[in-house]
């Protein structure tokens, strides 16, 4: 069977992705990033576990890996 070329675009599109080296130096992480940063997670578009806590509560997400978590985070988070 032959394919014809419209075939072929539809089966194999280009997806663009952020990389991280897109990413404006005033928005990076004091930690340096990696892994387990949320900023670099976010920017990515993965999944970080503690905003999904934190969106299902309607409370504020932490700006960064450094920043502290307030009560209400704390407490759902079970650190308290």
Do not use: A
């Not at 404006?24 to 576990?49: E, K």
């Amino acid at each position: 069977m032959k394919s014809s070329t419209n075939d072929i675009v539809k089966y194999n599109k280009h997806i663009e992705k952020k990389q991280l080296t897109d990413m404006p130096n005033n928005l990076m992480c004091p930690c340096g990033g990696g892994q387990s940063c949320i900023v670099d997670r976010r920017w990515l578009g993965d999944w970080v576990h503690e905003d999904d806590i934190f969106k299902n509560y309607g409370i504020s997400l932490r700006k960064n890996c450094y920043s502290n978590y307030n009560e209400e985070q704390k407490k759902l988070l079970g650190l308290m």
